[in-house]
């Protein structure tokens, strides 16, 4: 998938929460949903109905958030293997 290509195809409520979530590497599944409705082409997904999302999608989502006004310069991401978060 090539989120550039089928981002006019997404209904406005997953475009904001794309733009909401710039970070977000893997979309939980109504997003995914959401976009295998929407989209054009088969859309690859997990065994358990996710989205990953290519380098190429996460920095076109932040260049629309940044250019939105949604973004701001300081995101703070967090990974599950770092000592002491929650599992």
Do not use: Y
Not at 52 to 73: M, T, V
């Amino acid at each position: 998938m090539n989120l550039k290509d089928e981002w006019d195809r997404l209904d406005s409520e997953t475009r904001k929460w794309l733009l909401e979530n710039p970070g977000c590497v893997i979309l939980p599944r109504t997003m995914s949903a959401r976009i295998r409705r929407d989209a054009a082409g088969n859309i690859e997904c997990d065994q358990h109905g996710q989205i990953q999302l290519s380098r190429e999608d996460l920095d076109f989502i932040r260049e629309k958030s940044n250019g939105a006004g949604i973004a701001s310069s300081d995101h703070r991401f967090f990974d599950a293997n770092q000592p002491g978060h929650p599992r």
